[in-house]
Nanobody, 119 residues
Framework: QVQLVESGGGSVQAGESLRLSCEAS????????MGWYRQSPGNERELVAE???????NAAISVKGRFTLSRDDTWSRLYLQMNNLAPEDTAVYYC?????????????WGQGTQVAVSS
């Protein structure tokens, strides 16, 4: 399993920035993709941005041009630079690691970090 710890959330005004960090430990050698998801009250968890297994970046349309995803070379750290935040970005942000084993693949999740944006 992979343990994930998010940090960097907080309360900001619209237009401000935050940088989320995700630190991975455990079986990171089995990780083949990582990303950030978010969930706001009453809504399903949705993809924010991810590195897929081919190293390509996929991002939600709503964050393109504002959010930037980056990572280190070993899948041990994942970052999300969020600029020009808007109230609709308010959510709990979760780090996700996709793990490949001999028989299956699965997702490990962090506990989440709250982002609150006021207008």
């Amino acid at each position: 399993q992979v343990q994930l710890v998010e940090s960097g959330g907080g309360s900001v005004q619209a237009g401000e920035s935050l940088r989320l960090s995700c630190e991975a430990s455990g079986s990171i050698g089995s990780v083949y993709a990582m990303g950030w998801y978010r969930q706001s009250p009453g809504n399903e968890r949705e993809l924010v941005a991810e590195f897929d297994r081919d190293g390509r970046t996929n991002a939600a349309i709503s964050v393109k041009g504002r959010f930037t995803l980056s990572r280190d070379d070993t899948w041990s750290r994942l970052y999300l630079q969020m600029n020009n935040l808007a109230p609709e970005d308010t959510a709990v942000y979760y780090c996700d690691a996709r793990v490949l084993t001999v028989v299956t693949s699965y997702d490990d999740w962090g506990q989440g970090t709250q982002v609150a944006v006021s207008s």
